[in-house]
């Protein structure tokens, strides 16, 4: 099943972005004719409301009217009108004090004809903010099928971690702008677009803040795991980045804090106050954009270290990881080899298939013998017939252990099929990296994992975040150029409606 390409998978979407923002610009010229200005008096005994303009010639009154303390103004922009801007006012009699009681609000039309308020009240805005929502979902719906289809065509894929992840960010995305329109909806007063956007950025900044819990635990773990690697294996750089990834989570969290702390008007924002509002919404962005990637690798790291392969391989690669110096095998490479034994007598069980083990690793420098002669010696020891091993001798790396396989099972013949299915035999950490390489080799093979300590997890975790970000940096930053655009366009709100 063939995947569309990065470059197709950006001209996907920005289609899909075009498109939705030709709707949502068409909604705004259509609806965005006349506005509802609503004003809430402390009185809802008024006799008398008049309504004026303080500059004429820009906007004019369509109607007006009174529920209890709740007055509605509806204005439009005055026709062969100047663009500029106004105030609004309204002018209510007290028949008990025999005095006026006065309230206005600012009004602006523009060049194209859109009319709002102060308050940026545009009428139909619930439409407007519906799209909006129903592009995110779109964009996570088509990642999420992009997902399935990476899934089904190759079981370890870093496009498959990229896919979900992208999929669950525009997915919270969507559900927040959608939520927000239902808040609205309830509200008595109007939907207002700068409070918006400036709540759905706001929201993101809270769930990532009620992300703590989590985050503080998956940090400490990952920490506590560093700390073990250290002790056992010596303070080297690769043995430090989970501790390196928690200093970076815990420190987002802090800096997300303040600016949620500091961050003036949560419901209203001033122009001299959009610097901050704008900080606020692309680190929070970002920060869960990474986030979503981050467990979307974990979740499929571990999905590949428990996954066990079909019974129906013709052959089964073991992966070689050092040998002692007498030519037996350290705990983790007799843990491969009997993950991959268990496996071939499982099989024979099921189904009365035999597969061919493949021990593979050539011999280092302070080795006595190549890792797959090794392997096969140990094989032997465990019953397992000479004519059911193929040992491959000559790789130095995980790459090379597939490619070399590979060759010599081509090589060797078809086993029980004629393209017979092909596993390998790896750490549980291992697998999905393993899995990487093997398509990089050319092979579809499927994983298994052996049982290791569990303070090795995180950095595999980590490599893999960073395999991912590697090999789909273009797609990265095509995502994290519209992160900045549309946090750039939530904090400079008034800025682009003075514009249109």
Known sequence: MTQPSTRKKILTILLIT??????????LLMLARELDIPFRTPNANYAKVQVSFQQEGIAEQVSLSTEGNLITVRVKPAPDGDAGSTAVSIACYNDTWGTWDSYYVGLTVTKFGLIYSANY????????????SLFFLTIAALLFRWHRKAKKARHFSYQSILDLGLSVFFLMLGLIHFGLVILSLLRTDSLTGENFLT???????????????????FSLLITISNIGLIRREGPRPANTLGILLSALLMGGLLVLLFLFWNTPGYFDIELKNSAIITLRAILS????????????????????????????????????????????LYPLLRGRADRAIAFYHEQQKRTGRRAILVPSGGQGPDECMPEGEAIR???????????DILAETKSVNTLQNMQFSKEMIEKEGGGFASTPNIAFSTTNFH??????LASDAGMNADGMGAKTKWYFWPN????????????????????????????????NIQLVFLLI
């Not at 697998?431 to 990487?436: D, L």
């Not at 960073?466 to 946090?487: D, N, Q, T």
């Open 18 to 27: 075009l498109g939705f923002m030709i709707t949502i610009l068409a909604v």
């Open 121 to 132: 009240s545009f009428h139909g805005l619930h439409i407007v903010f519906t799209l909006v």
């Open 285 to 328: 962005a970002l920060f869960f954009y990474f986030v979503c990637n981050l467990f979307s690798t974990l979740l499929h790291c571990q999905l590949a270290g428990h996954h066990t392969p079909s019974y129906d391989q013709g052959y089964i690669i073991i992966l070689g990881c050092g040998i002692r110096e007498d030519g037996t």
């Open 460 to 491: 595999a975790l980590i490599r893999e975040f960073i395999g991912m970000l590697a090999r789909h940096w273009k797609l990265h930053v095509f995502v994290l150029a519209w992160i900045l655009l549309y946090a750039i366009i939530s904090g």
């Open 377 to 387: 010696n140990y094989l032997l020891s465990q019953g397992i017939p000479e004519s």
């Open 431 to 436: 697998v999905f990296r393993s899995g990487i």
């Open 199 to 217: 709540m759905s950025s706001l929201a993101l900044t809270i769930i990532c803040l009620l992300s703590f819990p989590v985050l503080f635990v």
